[in-house]
Structures are given as structure tokens and as C-alpha cells.
């Protein structure tokens, strides 16, 4: 797998959550905080550091380099590999590396429902998320902030021309709905299929996009399973009370099972939200992700995964109390 390169992860980080956006010459001065890695057969922890050689405190630059070094020497044994920069507290970025291996084969990953290049009445859509995209990109390279909001489930930016482009969306993605879900299920582009996903935001229809959104959390590419998270997340107070939610309990339950940070961190604020709507929900989330829950707090070194899988133990813990006399 190429090596991350720092300079667009920061971008991605951004797009992950709704908080003021920094640009990366901002975040030059980040550091090197440490290592995440829940260990493999076929690479040891002490192995993993040696090829890194990276002491806390280290800047961009070194990380860049290490990451490079440690590509190309897992490249070179064959070993496939999920290799991510993730940023820790502020003025900090850990290292997340993830083996793949057969102990992940057991997390299933869904076939494409029909496949083919699946054609839609305008691709004008996906030409103007291009252009969004490389707005925000300019906007982040120049040190410009910019931030999200929702607004009945649509997503607005403090940056005009930025909102030119939703403008622009709007025209189509509501009309082409079905269109865009067919891309999700069907479409062999991992990238178009991901697109697809990011413009059914514009889309509406907020519970009957999330329950067909939520099978491509078992999509087969990474970047379209986060692209459903990122989707469901902000929206899931708009879900009615008669929401299936059982099947975003499971679904999430599966992705926070998968090798790689992004599926784990945003799986567990799916059920961490979840869990706190509703005390019936704790004991299929018990059920299915107890024993990985006490395994991601005891052994992660970040903040963004620790905490709230320590949070969510400590709900089933008081759920275990039983029903307060």
C-alpha cells in the first residue's frame, strides 16, 4: 500500500468531522505522539518500531520519511497492509498501522448487487463534487479555515463558493436519488461509488438514504464504507423512533471489527450514540462488541478510539446493574 501523504491526510482528517478547519501549513508544527498497532503474526511490534526509528517529538518530515521506509519494506515482504496518520491531541499525530491477514477475513464484505458501469440521466453531479473538493483542497493549502454545518440534513460550508457548488448539487441529487444508490450498490468504481455516496447528502429522504446506506458499511473498498459513516453519523438524530436500528447495531458492529482506524473510530461513535438514545439498544451492542470494546480500551493508544470504547464499556457495565429498584 503507497504511503500517506501528510499534506492531504489533514484534508481528509478534516472531512471526518464537523469542527473549524485548519490548513496544513497550520498544523506543520504536529509531532509524532506515537504508535497504534494491535499486532500480527507476521510483524512484531518491536520489528514495526525499528523500521519506523521514530522517537516522540519528531515532525512532519520524519514521519513522511518513515512512512515511506516502512511502505516500501512491507511492500518488499508482501505483507498487505492499511497504513494511516491519525491526529491525536492537538500539535499531535499518532501512526496507525494495520496488518491484513486472515484473522480479518472473518468480517464479511458485501458483493456488488448488480455489476456494471451504471449510467445516471447527468454527470453533472459528480464535475461539480470535483470542483467542491478542490475548493476545500485550495482552501486548506492557502491556510484558510473553513467549517461544515447541517441544515435538515444537508450539509452547508461557511465558505461561499463552496456553497455555489451544494447550490449547483441540489439542482440534481434529489431527483436522481435512486440513481446515486444504484452507483453505491452496483458501480465496480470504488471511487465513483464513493462519490455517489457523498452527494446522496444532498439528496434528503434522510431515513430511507440511511437504510440503504447502511449495507455499504460491508462495502469492499475503505473509502466508501467511511464515506456511509461519515453520511449516517450528523444525520442519525433525524432518524424516527421506529428506525431499524438493529441493523446500524450490526452493521457498525462488523466495521468496528475491520483492520483500519477510519472503520474503527467512526464505527464506535455510531454505537456510542446508540447506545446513549436508547438502554435497549446496550445489550445487542454487549452482545456482539464486548470483548472487542475491553480490547480497543485497553490496548489503544489514542484518544479518539480509548475513550469512547471505554465509555461504551462503562454503559454496558451499569446496564449489567440491571433496572435501578
Known sequence: MRSPNLKRIFLALMLLVSVPRSAFAAEAGDVYKGLEYFGSSQLTTMELEKILALKPGANLTSIQRALDRLDKTLEGRHIPNNLEVVAGEPGSVFICVDILDSSN???????????RHVLVRSEKPFIVLDELTKRLEKLT?????????????????????????????????PDMKEELLAVVESDPDATRRRKAVELLGWSGDVPYITNRLTDAFDDSDPKVRVAAIRYIFPRLSLLPDDYPYIRLIRAASRELNRPSHQDRSKALYVLLWLAKKNVLFVRDIKELDETRLKQLASDSVLPTVKVPAQQLLAIIAEWDKGPVQ
Open 105 to 115: 477475513d472473518t468480517v464479511p464484505t458485501r458483493k456488488l448487487k448488480n455489476p
Open 141 to 173: 493549502d492557502e491556510g484558510r479555515q473553513w467549517s461544515e454545518s447541517y441544515q435538515d440534513g444537508a450539509k452547508k460550508y461557511s465558505d461561499e463558493p463552496a456553497n455555489q457548488c451544494v447550490a449547483e448539487i441540489e439542482r440534481f441529487a
